[in-house]
Structures are given as C-alpha cells and as structure tokens.
C-alpha cells in the first residue's frame, strides 16, 4: 500500500525505532494530523506493516495559531510538556521558562519575589504571555508575574521567540509569546490522583486532580495544591561593629493555593464547548518591611492571579473552523508598604477562523480587549498606612483589532505571513505584519528568514505613575529580521537561529530619577544554537546564545549594554528515558552581566549543575525529584538579594486511581 503525504503531514511521520508517548500525547497528535493543513503531495511515502513506529515531532499552535508541527514553523518555537513539567512540582512557572534557550531573568530573592524575565534582549513587557489564549498581566508593571502560576497546574507551555506574535496577538509580543496550557485538555479515562511533595526550607506541596471522561463528549479536570515554604534570607547582609547582623537577616516565606479547570462538552461532530481557568492566591513575604505599632505586619505583599475563558469551537468544513471566544484575568498586588495595591482586569473578545484554500490555510480573526487598572497609595506614614485610591488618568485602554494570515507548505516551501490592525483608545491605530518563508533542501534539512514589524505600548505606570511618570511617552516600534538552518530527523532537531532587531523610542527607567524615558534606540543582536538529540533511550542537549543588547541612541551611554542581558548562555544536558523512567542532568552557564545602563554595576557570571527525574514506581504510584545548584554555587541575579539557598531540593509523591 503506498499513501501520499503533504510537505507538512511528513514532518509528522518521521521514522523511529522507540516511542515514549502517553495517551494524551497520541491523542493530541491524532487532532492535530486530522487540523494540519493537507496540500498538494510532493513524493510518494510508502506506508508498510513492518515500518518502525512513527515518531511525532512536538506540535504547536501559538506560532501560527492553528496546529503545526515545530519543525515547520518559520520563526523559532519552543514547546515544554507535561513530562518535563513534571519535574517541576512545587515550583513556578518562572522556574522552568528561566531555564529555556534565549532567556534569563532576575529575582529580588526566592520563590514568590520580585522578577523579571528576558527573551532576546526584551524584558517581560515586551513578551506577552497567554493563559489558554488569554492575555495575562499587569497593567501597572507590564509584565507577567510568571513567578506565582504554579507549574503543577500546568499541562504545557509553548514559547514563540521573536516579533511575529505582534502581528497575530498585537502589542507587547515584540520579544515573544508564552503560551500557558492548563491542564485535561486530552482526558482519555476518568482518574483520580494525590500528590504530596516536600523540600529543604521547610518547602511543603500537596495537592489533588480528578479527570473525568463519559460516552456522551463530556471531559473534566479539576486539580488544587497548596505550597508553602518559609524561604532563604533574600537580603545579602554584612555584620555590624559589634559583631551582630545588620536588619532584614529573616527567612523571606511563600504560600500560595492553586486552582485550575478544564471543561469540554461535544455537542455533536462538528461542534464542541469548553470552559477553562487558571487561578492562584499567594502571599510573599520580604524584607524591606516592618511590623507597626499597632500591630499590622507590613512585611507581606498578597497576590491574586489567573485567566479563564469560556469558547465554543464550529468546525463547518474539512480543515476549517470558527473559534468564538471569551476571557478574563487578573492580576492583584497588595503590597502594604509603598505603593499598595493594585488591581489589573482585562476582558477579551475574540472570533478566530481558518479555512482551508485550494493551496495552504487562511487564518483570519477580530478581537476586542478592554483593560482596567486602579491603583491604591499609602499615603500616611507608619504606622497608620491608609490606602488611598488615586486615578490612572486614563485607567482604561480598549483595543479593537482584525487580522489575517496565510500558511502554506507546498513541495519544498514553507510560508507564514500575516497582518494585523489595532486601534487605541489612547494611542494611534497600528498596523503590524511579518513574513516568512523556508526551503526545504532535503526532507530534513532547511534554512528560512523572517520579517516582522515589532510595537508596544507604554505600561501604565510608565505613562501615569505619581512622580514617576512621563505623559509624553511613545511606544516603542521595531524592525525585526531573523535567519535559520534546521536539521531535524527522527534521531535528533538542531537550529541555529541568528537574528537582529533594530528597535525606536526604546522605554527605559533608570537613576537617579527612575522616570521613564524613551532613549530613542536600541540595536539587539544575537545567535541561538539549539540541538536535541534522542539515541537508543539516551536524551542529550545542548543550546548556546550569544546577544548583545545596547543602547543606539547616540547619547550619553551609546553603546552601553542594556541591562541584565548577559552577552553569553550556555546549557548542556544528558537524560536517560524508558517508559517508566526519565533522569536528566543539566549544567548552565550565565556570563557576566551588568544591572544598570552606566554600566558601572557588573553582576558576575555563574555556573550551575542541577539533577531532575521522574520514576514510575508502580502502576498507580510515581515519583518527582528535582536536586538544584548541586555544587550550592553562591550567585546574584539582582544586586543586593540572594537569587537561591545554595543547593535546594525537593521530591513528591502522586497517587492515581483509574
């Protein structure tokens, strides 16, 4: 029997002699076989029954919004599963995104504080991150705060690098996306399982999930954890005269009680219904508080954040659907010192379609977003701290928006454009638009570029923040073009990625004023070298980035690095795989790096070893072990706090009735 493939269905089918999925795995790839579009076929693949199990690359749908194989996306993409999730429990999303190529962060100490993350030389107002589709952040910062959505909540994360997320979600995805996937989205047979884990640092997680599954299209996920840990000193401190410790030398805790839901209803063949959510309460202690005389503790900020959304999914022909959708989050910081609390809402509208043309796909879409800020000062000084509210002016911001976008493999060619209009309500509409194109030279091996047109708006705090603000600020724009080769089979997938970003009206808020300005521009440059290979059960890695992010504005610090871009990362790992066991050690370097951009505080480089494993112990009981920082390198990734306690470790256990 010989059956005929599209360029894209046999990046799906590449030969391998093992294959370690679960159900839900082959589940997804099954919908994602019958959603990928099916063109022309370029040459025959024969089909036999003594071929060796097929092997599936992973398969994304935020670099192009509907699924695709990785391997035949135009700009880089990065996808993080369940099974690596796994040897996450009881740490962040932060914790595991910080560890992917191309990025690094900061923390102002341990789990739960002050962060920031970086994806090729943009900070997290520049990466927009999506939970189940939604927009996810804080109005007032900017950014996520990845460092409170639990990983044990998460079934997935997709990372899209680049600008092209500008022209399919719009402003702030100038850096990347991050896509957040919660769990149950591939319930195959109703389940129950506890899970229960501990740490050095009196680090605690426990936790339960049911999955259930019926005959008439209905599944359901329903998970909750709690996690606790008292915490590190995250203060560096020197000793006093007198021998003794200087202020803040107390352990800085974390707790937080994590929910997640997934609800999907098939109404009939053609049309299904679900309901999705992601939501955490948290509380952070720190240091630079103090406990009033009147007995109120304002040594702990309090969080609440997470998404959910509601849609409903027609599918009117073969390969072509209408996604009718609507979202929420939020994302709450009550801080009772200065500034107090804070309070983003964002509501999300949106109808997104693909149809299949006679060549390729056409994705076309309209959205409406609406958000919200309100912001509350401590103006009376300790110990009678008053929240006051005071007014963003203005402390809403709609935006309307349409796009549209074209995907197309065909014989030896990959291409992905797209274009995309949004209109402000405080700021000028924008259109912004990317295209890309690939050839393939052999079926496994291809070299594309790719163009995008980069925009981000000014945060709130940045336009409106009391004394700290500048009205006149405007948005960041950016030309952004990268270039790759590829080399994938069913053995290994290596990309070198080169890429260069040419950005105007660059925000930045530095000393002594901390008010934001727009320093004009700023160059971005760099390489990223990626290879995952996978031989006889033995998984070995390795991914190398260089960057070099300066100030082009041709004033006082022209040339200066940006601050804490490291120019050099690199990260070598060696697994070992079965079906019931997964062990992996992973060596990082960070280089040297600088937290201003006078460039006069030079932040050192680091190395670190970390072991992590997952072991299936019975048919019903399993466990998670993560070793961090084994040889307990002391390092800092925000001057003044210690980033970790030296070597840390945590362990669970989870339970599964079927």
Not at 627 to 649: H, P, Q, R
Request: proline letters at 4%; one cysteine or more; hydrophobic letters at 30%.
């Amino acid at each position: 029997m010989t059956t005929s493939y599209s360029t894209l269905y046999k990046s799906l089918i590449q030969a391998s002699k093992k294959s370690h999925f679960n159900k839900g795995t082959w589940a997804l790839m099954a919908s994602a076989l019958a959603c990928v579009p099916a063109v022309a076929a370029e040459t025959e693949l024969a089909t036999q029954d003594d071929m060796p199990v097929a092997y599936f690359p992973k398969i994304t749908v935020t670099a192009t919004r509907t699924p695709t194989a990785v391997n035949n996306t135009i700009a880089q993409t990065r996808v993080i599963d369940s099974e690596e999730l796994n040897t996450y429990k009881g740490q962040s999303a932060l914790d595991v995104i910080k560890r992917q190529p191309g990025f690094t962060y900061k923390q102002n100490g341990g789990m739960g504080t002050t962060s920031n993350f970086y994806l090729r030389g943009y900070d997290n107002k520049s990466i927009l991150v999506l939970i189940d589709g939604v927009r996810y952040s804080s109005l007032s910062a900017g950014g996520a705060s990845l460092n409170l959505l639990p990983a044990d909540q998460i079934d997935r994360i997709e990372v899209l690098y680049g600008a092209s997320g500008t022209s399919m979600y719009g402003a702030d995805a100038v850096g990347g996306v991050i896509q957040i996937f919660t769990k149950g989205a591939n319930v195959d047979e109703s389940s129950f399982s506890v899970t229960a884990g501990a740490g050095n640092n009196d680090h605690y997680l426990y936790g339960a999930s049911a999955q259930i599954r019926n005959d008439n299209g209905t599944s359901l996920s329903l998970s909750a954890s709690h996690n606790e840990t008292k915490g590190h000193n995250a203060t560096l401190v020197g000793f006093l005269p007198n021998g003794k410790l200087a202020n803040n030398t107390d352990d800085d805790g974390f707790k937080s009680d994590n929910y997640s839901l997934r609800l999907n209803q098939k109404i009939n063949k053609d049309l299904d219904f679900s309901i999705t959510g992601l939501y955490s309460e948290s509380e952070t202690e720190f240091d630079s508080g103090s406990s009033s005389a009147i007995g109120k503790d304002y040594t702990k900020s309090r969080q609440k954040n997470g998404a959910a959304q509601a849609f409903a999914n027609w599918r009117y022909a073969s390969n072509s659907n209408i996604k009718l959708t609507y979202g929420h989050s939020i994302d709450e910081s009550d801080t009772p010192t200065e500034p107090s609390l804070f309070k983003t809402k964002q509501d999300q509208f949106s109808l997104v379609g693909q149809h299949q043309l006679p060549l390729g796909i056409g994705i076309y879409g309209a959205e409406y977003l609406s958000q919200k800020l309100d912001g509350y000062m401590n103006i009376y000084p300790e110990p009678d701290y008053i929240p006051t509210k005071f007014d963003y002016n203005p402390k809403d911001r709609k935006v309307t928006s349409g796009f549209l976008g074209y995907l197309m493999s065909y014989n030896n060619i990959d291409i992905q454009a797209n274009v995309r209009h949004d209109n402000y309500s405080d700021f000028d509409d924008k259109t912004t638009y990317n295209l890309g194109v690939a050839y393939h030279f052999t079926p496994e091996f291809r070299s594309g570029i790719n163009y995008a047109k980069g925009y981000r708006v000014p945060t709130f705090n940045d336009l409106y923040y009391p004394e700290y603000d500048n009205p006149d600020l405007s948005p960041e724009t950016s030309n952004n073009y990268e270039a790759f080769l590829d080399y994938s089979t069913g053995l290994q997938s290596t990309r070198l990625t080169g890429y260069y970003n040419k950005v105007d009206n660059f925000i930045l808020s530095e000393a002594p004023t901390y008010i934001p300005e727009n320093i004009y521009k700023a160059k971005i440059k760099g390489v990223t070298l990626s290879s995952d290979w996978n031989i006889d059960n033995y998984l070995i890695g390795f991914s190398y980035d260089y960057q070099k992010a300066e100030d082009d504005s041709g004033k006082g610090n022209d040339g200066n690095y940006l601050p804490n871009r490291p120019k050099n990362k690199g990260t070598i790992y060696l697994g070992y795989q079965l079906p019931d066991l997964n062990i992996r050690a992973e060596y990082e370097y960070v280089d040297d790096f600088y937290g201003n951009i006078e460039n006069t505080n030079k932040l050192d480089s680091y190395n670190l070893v970390n072991l992590s494993g997952n072991y299936q112990l019975t048919p019903a009981l399993s466990m998670s072990a993560r070793l961090n920082n084994v040889f307990n390198e002391k390092y800092v990734t925000s001057t003044g706090y210690s980033t970790d306690d030296g070597t840390n470790f945590f362990t669970s256990l989870t339970y599964t009735w079927k």
